[in-house]
């Protein structure tokens, strides 16, 4: 079950694609699983991420709150802008907006940890960025997603809060509650966690793609377009930041990294729940799933082929 899942890890982003491509090209084969599953799905693996998170995760947080915050606060203003401007600079029409823009709103995904350790980058930075912007999630993504619709479409910003407390906070808080009582059994069972998360994504892509594969179809090259530019120039902007900050390569790889890949399954269930009459506004969270994966395979790839160097901050 160890080499599976170390398996399925390394060949995430083969997996999801291929996933993707038969709910597209042949969505039967996933119309059968419950759409209401997301959700429930999305919960699974925020629990396995608590469950691998210890106080040791957070001790980043205070030893280093300058690094953090530098990381967070750029997640939050780069990945938003980015997204409100490539929706409008493309003229897309509101319910893929909407999904951008959810995508641009959310937290740092838990696959840029695993991302960063490919790159050999900044792990612990990584795992406390996503750690702190997810806390975050439920008060700056309802308030940063109003911010930029308001105009446009009902943003219910107190249904938001509450999905995301669901579907995000409180797995974490069990799966850390869990691996403070019963470590042991824990740290037994995280070789297999990311058989699970892994499985538990592919089947959030499965059933998002397969209801929604005419339109993704009929929306043309503009929405994949979008996606594809938010997801590199977020990497993009978030290295420019770690030169800004005089950060070193491995703090470089890592806030890279972690803006660039978002939480793109929470952008999904979001887009359910908060914009039930929107059914395009899933698709951009779909994408952005399997898309992320590829270029983060692809930019761990090129990261550790980047030379260290000792550039202080």
Not at 146 to 157: A, K, R, W
Request: glycine fraction near 8%.
């Amino acid at each position: 079950m160890k080499a599976v899942s170390k398996f399925i890890s390394r060949f995430m982003a083969v997996i999801v694609l291929a996933v993707a491509a038969l709910a597209l090209f042949v969505p039967k084969s996933c119309l059968w699983i419950p759409t209401g599953s997301v959700n429930y799905l999305l919960m699974i693996v925020m629990f396995g991420m608590g469950l691998t998170m210890k106080p040791a995760d957070f001790a980043v947080v205070f030893s280093r709150p300058k690094d953090i915050a530098i990381g967070c606060a750029a997640q939050f203003l780069i990945m938003p802008l980015l997204a409100f401007g490539l929706g409008k600079l493309f003229g897309l029409e509101n319910e893929l907006l909407v999904g951008v823009v959810l995508v641009g709103t959310c937290p740092g995904g838990t696959s840029s940890n695993v991302i960063t350790y490919l790159s050999g980058g900044d792990v612990a930075l990584s795992v406390g960025m996503t750690s702190v912007n997810t806390l975050l999630a439920p008060l700056l993504t309802p308030a940063l997603t109003y911010l930029f619709l308001q105009t446009s479409v009902d943003v219910n910003v107190w249904s938001m809060f509450l999905s995301i407390v669901q579907v995000v906070l409180v797995p974490i808080a069990l799966g850390l509650l869990i691996n403070r009582l019963l470590g042991k059994y824990t740290e037994k069972a995280s070789d297999i966690l990311p058989l699970v998360s892994v499985t538990a994504i592919c089947i959030i892509v499965g059933i998002v793609v397969s209801n929604n594969s005419a339109k993704i179809l009929s929306t043309g090259a503009v929405i994949f377009a979008v996606v594809i530019l938010h997801n590199l120039l977020g990497y993009l902007f978030g290295y420019l930041i770690g030169l800004i900050f005089r950060f070193d390569a491995k703090r470089k790889k890592a806030v890279s990294v972690e803006i660039g890949m978002q939480n793109s399954g929470l952008a999904t269930s979001l887009a359910g729940s908060a914009f039930p009459d929107m059914a395009m506004a899933a698709v951009p969270g779909a994408i952005f799933s399997v898309w992320h994966n590829i270029s983060g395979a692809i930019l761990a790839a090129v990261f550790r082929r980047f030379p260290k160097d000792n550039t202080d901050e």
